[in-house]
């Protein structure tokens, strides 16, 4: 079996990498679909959505735009799926929407800002960290790399894929 996304997965540094989930998921979508639907629907890619991604940050320009793009793609988001966020704006202005969420902080000031922890971004990933939007619920953030530092740092690349599936695994399990 080929997996689609390898090409956007070595363009962002990371090696082949496939979830045992995600296959069985699609292979039983996809006979399903291919019992019902017509050929052209049938040869399509079955989605499946877990919520919302809030990115959080400078939004991207140039080639920082085009790692984000890929790396939307790589995650199989669709347009509804997810959103750019100012960190500048008052949090208590956040709603968030049914579905679960799940923020990427790109920076550690990003993260810095929206969470309230005082540490350096290294001390920050590979943590689920909160957003506190003055409501009940609080929202998991996941801290990562600007992306102009994983441009300049392309050994980052893999580091900001784990952060990645560290929000999908939290949004997953919510």
Do not use: C
């Not at 052209?40 to 939004?59: C, K, L």
């Not at 080639?63 to 208590?92: C, H, T, Y």
Request: net charge negative.
């Amino acid at each position: 079996m080929t997996n689609t996304h390898s090409a956007f997965l070595k363009e962002m540094g990371i090696t082949e990498w496939t979830s045992r989930d995600v296959v069985q998921a699609t292979a039983l979508v996809s006979e399903q679909t291919n019992a019902q639907a017509s050929p052209e629907v049938a040869h399509s890619t079955p989605r499946i959505s877990y919520g919302m991604w809030w990115f959080f940050g400078n939004e991207p320009q140039g080639d920082a735009q085009i790692l984000f793009q890929n790396m939307i793609r790589v995650l199989g988001l669709a347009k509804n799926e997810w959103a750019w966020k100012n960190p500048s704006q008052s949090l208590s202005q956040l709603s968030a929407p049914e579905m679960p969420v799940v923020a990427i902080a790109f920076g550690g000031p990003t993260a810095q800002k929206i969470t309230g922890e005082g540490d350096p971004l290294p001390q920050l990933r590979e943590t689920v960290l909160a957003l506190n939007t003055g409501n009940e619920e609080e929202i998991p953030v996941i801290a990562t790399f600007e992306l102009n530092q994983v441009l300049a740092k392309p050994n980052d690349k893999a580091l900001l894929w784990q952060d990645l599936l560290l929000a999908r695994s939290v949004l997953q399990n919510s």
